[in-house]
Protein backbone atom coordinates (compact mmCIF):
# COMPACT_ATOMS: atom_id res chain seq x y z
CA UNK A 1 0.00 0.00 0.00
CA UNK A 2 1.16 3.77 -0.57
CA UNK A 3 1.77 5.65 2.11
CA UNK A 4 -1.36 7.86 3.53
CA UNK A 5 -2.16 10.24 6.33
CA UNK A 6 -5.27 9.52 8.15
CA UNK A 7 -6.30 11.21 11.37
CA UNK A 8 -10.12 9.73 12.50
CA UNK A 9 -11.07 9.84 9.18
CA UNK A 10 -13.45 6.58 7.81
CA UNK A 11 -11.88 4.39 5.92
CA UNK A 12 -13.51 2.99 3.02
CA UNK A 13 -12.46 -0.11 0.22
CA UNK A 14 -13.52 0.47 -3.35
CA UNK A 15 -12.80 -1.91 -5.46
CA UNK A 16 -13.02 -1.77 -9.46
CA UNK A 17 -11.35 2.19 -8.54
CA UNK A 18 -9.35 2.48 -11.77
CA UNK A 19 -12.78 3.44 -14.37
CA UNK A 20 -16.45 3.58 -14.16
CA UNK A 21 -18.62 3.70 -11.49
CA UNK A 22 -15.57 1.97 -9.16
CA UNK A 23 -14.06 5.47 -9.61
CA UNK A 24 -17.35 7.63 -9.16
CA UNK A 25 -17.70 5.91 -5.93
CA UNK A 26 -14.64 6.51 -4.86
CA UNK A 27 -14.59 10.25 -5.73
CA UNK A 28 -17.77 10.64 -3.89
CA UNK A 29 -16.76 8.62 -0.95
CA UNK A 30 -13.75 10.88 -0.51
CA UNK A 31 -15.67 14.12 -1.36
CA UNK A 32 -17.85 12.95 1.54
CA UNK A 33 -14.56 12.75 3.79
CA UNK A 34 -13.28 8.90 3.91
CA UNK A 35 -10.07 7.91 3.54
CA UNK A 36 -10.41 5.76 0.16
CA UNK A 37 -8.45 2.26 -0.24
CA UNK A 38 -8.00 1.64 -3.85
CA UNK A 39 -8.04 -1.63 -5.82
CA UNK A 40 -8.25 -2.35 -9.38
CA UNK A 41 -5.45 -4.93 -11.65
CA UNK A 42 -4.24 -1.51 -14.10
CA UNK A 43 -2.06 0.71 -11.62
CA UNK A 44 -2.05 3.80 -14.26
CA UNK A 45 -5.97 3.30 -14.18
CA UNK A 46 -5.61 3.38 -9.84
CA UNK A 47 -2.92 6.97 -10.38
CA UNK A 48 -5.95 8.76 -12.24
CA UNK A 49 -8.29 8.10 -9.66
CA UNK A 50 -6.02 9.53 -7.29
CA UNK A 51 -5.18 12.66 -9.21
CA UNK A 52 -9.02 12.92 -9.22
CA UNK A 53 -9.37 12.88 -5.90
CA UNK A 54 -6.53 14.82 -4.85
CA UNK A 55 -7.51 17.43 -7.09
CA UNK A 56 -11.16 17.54 -5.43
CA UNK A 57 -10.25 17.37 -1.78
CA UNK A 58 -6.33 17.85 -1.33
CA UNK A 59 -5.90 14.48 0.17
CA UNK A 60 -4.49 11.21 -1.53
CA UNK A 61 -6.11 7.97 -1.46
CA UNK A 62 -4.17 4.17 -1.11
CA UNK A 63 -3.38 2.34 -4.17
CA UNK A 64 -3.31 -1.32 -4.51
CA UNK A 65 -3.24 -3.12 -7.45
CA UNK A 66 -4.95 -6.29 -7.08
CA UNK A 67 -5.93 -8.66 -9.02
CA UNK A 68 -9.36 -10.30 -8.12
CA UNK A 69 -7.64 -13.66 -9.27
CA UNK A 70 -5.63 -13.81 -6.58
CA UNK A 71 -7.40 -15.23 -3.98
CA UNK A 72 -4.38 -15.73 -1.47
CA UNK A 73 -3.70 -11.74 -2.46
CA UNK A 74 -7.42 -10.69 -1.16
CA UNK A 75 -6.71 -13.06 2.21
CA UNK A 76 -4.57 -10.29 3.05
CA UNK A 77 -6.46 -7.21 2.95
CA UNK A 78 -8.06 -7.52 5.85
CA UNK A 79 -5.06 -7.86 7.79
CA UNK A 80 -3.40 -5.23 6.18
CA UNK A 81 -5.74 -3.08 6.76
CA UNK A 82 -5.96 -3.53 10.48
CA UNK A 83 -2.19 -2.90 10.55
CA UNK A 84 -2.25 -0.18 8.68
CA UNK A 85 -5.28 2.01 9.28
CA UNK A 86 -6.72 -0.07 12.77
CA UNK A 87 -9.98 0.46 10.98
CA UNK A 88 -12.04 -0.09 7.88
CA UNK A 89 -15.96 1.54 7.75
CA UNK A 90 -16.88 0.84 4.41
CA UNK A 91 -16.80 -1.99 1.71
CA UNK A 92 -17.28 -1.07 -1.87
CA UNK A 93 -17.08 -4.01 -4.27
CA UNK A 94 -17.65 -2.48 -8.09
CA UNK A 95 -15.05 -4.92 -9.80
CA UNK A 96 -16.77 -7.22 -11.93
CA UNK A 97 -15.94 -9.32 -15.16
CA UNK A 98 -18.33 -9.52 -18.20
CA UNK A 99 -17.08 -12.78 -19.21
CA UNK A 100 -18.11 -13.66 -22.42
CA UNK A 101 -21.44 -13.27 -24.55
CA UNK A 102 -22.14 -16.87 -25.69
CA UNK A 103 -25.06 -19.73 -25.90
CA UNK A 104 -24.59 -21.45 -22.29
CA UNK A 105 -23.15 -24.49 -24.74
CA UNK A 106 -20.49 -22.76 -26.49
CA UNK A 107 -19.13 -21.46 -22.73
CA UNK A 108 -15.37 -22.28 -22.27
CA UNK A 109 -13.81 -23.77 -19.20
CA UNK A 110 -11.43 -20.65 -18.75
CA UNK A 111 -13.66 -18.08 -19.16
CA UNK A 112 -16.43 -19.21 -16.90
CA UNK A 113 -13.44 -19.34 -14.28
CA UNK A 114 -12.31 -16.83 -14.70
CA UNK A 115 -15.85 -15.14 -14.92
CA UNK A 116 -16.63 -17.15 -11.07
CA UNK A 117 -13.51 -16.24 -10.23
CA UNK A 118 -13.85 -12.28 -10.19
CA UNK A 119 -17.62 -11.71 -9.80
CA UNK A 120 -18.53 -14.34 -7.09
CA UNK A 121 -15.68 -15.82 -5.32
CA UNK A 122 -13.62 -12.90 -4.98
CA UNK A 123 -16.71 -11.35 -3.28
CA UNK A 124 -16.97 -14.23 -0.62
CA UNK A 125 -13.09 -13.54 0.14
CA UNK A 126 -13.95 -10.17 0.32
CA UNK A 127 -16.90 -10.61 2.89
CA UNK A 128 -14.35 -12.50 5.09
CA UNK A 129 -11.10 -10.66 5.19
CA UNK A 130 -12.84 -7.71 5.80
CA UNK A 131 -15.51 -8.99 8.13
CA UNK A 132 -14.26 -8.46 11.07
CA UNK A 133 -13.14 -4.99 10.64
CA UNK A 134 -17.16 -4.06 9.56
CA UNK A 135 -18.40 -5.40 11.95
CA UNK A 136 -16.21 -3.62 14.97
CA UNK A 137 -16.59 -0.36 12.87
CA UNK A 138 -19.18 2.06 14.12
CA UNK A 139 -21.24 2.27 11.19
CA UNK A 140 -19.95 -0.20 8.92
CA UNK A 141 -21.49 -0.51 5.50
CA UNK A 142 -20.88 -2.75 2.24
CA UNK A 143 -21.83 -2.40 -0.54
CA UNK A 144 -21.67 -4.76 -3.70
CA UNK A 145 -22.69 -4.05 -7.32
CA UNK A 146 -24.79 -6.47 -8.88
CA UNK A 147 -26.54 -6.82 -12.67
CA UNK A 148 -29.99 -7.42 -13.90
CA UNK A 149 -28.85 -10.86 -15.09
CA UNK A 150 -28.74 -11.94 -11.88
CA UNK A 151 -32.46 -12.23 -11.38
CA UNK A 152 -33.27 -11.93 -14.87
CA UNK A 153 -31.48 -14.41 -17.43
CA UNK A 154 -31.35 -13.99 -20.54
CA UNK A 155 -29.44 -15.32 -24.18
CA UNK A 156 -25.82 -15.22 -24.31
CA UNK A 157 -25.22 -13.73 -20.90
CA UNK A 158 -24.95 -17.18 -19.03
CA UNK A 159 -21.68 -16.07 -17.26
CA UNK A 160 -22.66 -12.57 -16.01
CA UNK A 161 -26.37 -14.19 -14.82
CA UNK A 162 -24.83 -16.91 -12.92
CA UNK A 163 -21.68 -15.17 -11.25
CA UNK A 164 -23.76 -12.46 -9.76
CA UNK A 165 -26.59 -14.88 -9.08
CA UNK A 166 -24.20 -16.74 -6.78
CA UNK A 167 -22.46 -13.19 -5.65
CA UNK A 168 -25.81 -12.42 -4.53
CA UNK A 169 -26.69 -15.39 -2.50
CA UNK A 170 -23.51 -14.83 -0.46
CA UNK A 171 -23.59 -11.54 0.42
CA UNK A 172 -27.30 -11.42 1.43
CA UNK A 173 -26.56 -15.04 2.93
CA UNK A 174 -23.69 -12.94 4.98
CA UNK A 175 -26.34 -9.94 5.75
CA UNK A 176 -29.14 -12.63 7.38
CA UNK A 177 -26.09 -13.78 9.50
CA UNK A 178 -25.45 -10.60 10.85
CA UNK A 179 -26.32 -10.32 14.92
CA UNK A 180 -29.89 -8.56 15.22
CA UNK A 181 -28.86 -4.81 17.07
CA UNK A 182 -25.74 -4.86 14.98
CA UNK A 183 -24.83 -1.38 12.93
CA UNK A 184 -23.07 -2.77 10.07
CA UNK A 185 -25.52 -2.76 6.62
CA UNK A 186 -24.83 -4.61 3.98
CA UNK A 187 -26.57 -4.28 0.69
CA UNK A 188 -26.74 -4.81 -3.49
CA UNK A 189 -26.85 -2.16 -6.06
CA UNK A 190 -28.35 -2.98 -9.18
CA UNK A 191 -27.55 0.66 -11.13
CA UNK A 192 -28.65 -0.67 -14.49
CA UNK A 193 -27.61 0.63 -18.23
CA UNK A 194 -24.73 2.72 -17.30
CA UNK A 195 -22.45 4.69 -19.32
CA UNK A 196 -19.41 2.21 -18.62
CA UNK A 197 -16.73 0.52 -20.62
CA UNK A 198 -18.00 -2.82 -19.50
CA UNK A 199 -21.25 -1.50 -21.15
CA UNK A 200 -19.75 -0.57 -24.97
CA UNK A 201 -17.42 -4.26 -24.22
CA UNK A 202 -21.21 -6.20 -24.08
CA UNK A 203 -22.68 -3.88 -26.86
CA UNK A 204 -20.47 -2.31 -28.83
CA UNK A 205 -22.63 -0.76 -31.23
CA UNK A 206 -25.21 0.68 -28.39
CA UNK A 207 -25.98 4.45 -28.07
CA UNK A 208 -24.72 5.20 -25.05
CA UNK A 209 -25.30 9.22 -24.89
CA UNK A 210 -29.11 8.82 -23.40
CA UNK A 211 -27.75 6.34 -20.44
CA UNK A 212 -26.88 7.73 -16.83
CA UNK A 213 -23.15 8.72 -16.13
CA UNK A 214 -20.72 7.20 -13.23
CA UNK A 215 -20.85 9.78 -11.66
CA UNK A 216 -24.89 9.66 -10.54
CA UNK A 217 -24.17 5.28 -9.74
CA UNK A 218 -21.26 6.32 -7.89
CA UNK A 219 -23.48 9.07 -6.27
CA UNK A 220 -26.19 6.53 -5.24
CA UNK A 221 -23.75 3.61 -3.76
CA UNK A 222 -22.02 6.39 -1.42
CA UNK A 223 -25.47 7.64 -0.08
CA UNK A 224 -25.95 3.83 1.01
CA UNK A 225 -22.28 4.37 2.57
CA UNK A 226 -23.66 6.86 5.22
CA UNK A 227 -24.25 5.95 8.66
CA UNK A 228 -27.95 7.17 8.51
CA UNK A 229 -28.68 4.25 6.02
CA UNK A 230 -31.31 1.90 7.93
CA UNK A 231 -31.75 -0.43 5.09
CA UNK A 232 -30.14 -3.84 5.14
CA UNK A 233 -30.14 -7.07 3.26
CA UNK A 234 -31.47 -5.65 0.13
CA UNK A 235 -31.09 -5.53 -3.44
CA UNK A 236 -31.30 -1.88 -4.17
CA UNK A 237 -32.13 -0.44 -7.81
CA UNK A 238 -31.27 2.96 -8.94
CA UNK A 239 -34.87 4.43 -9.55
Known amino acids: ?????????????????????????????????????????????????????????????????LDLRDGDAIDTLGPSIAARFGRLDVLVHCAAMLGVLTPVTHMRDADWTATLAVNATAAWRMIRTTAPLLERAPAGRAVFLTDGHATHPASFWGMMAASKAAM????????????????????????????????????????????????????????????????????????
Not at 178 to 187: E, F, K, Q, Y
Open 1 to 65: MTPATVTGAPVALVTGASRGIGRATALALAAGGAHCILTARTPGGLEETDDLIERRTGRRATLLP
Open 168 to 239: EAVVLTWADEIAPGSPLRVNLYDPGPVATRLRVQAMPAADLSALPRPDAAGAAIAALCRPDETRHGQRIRAS
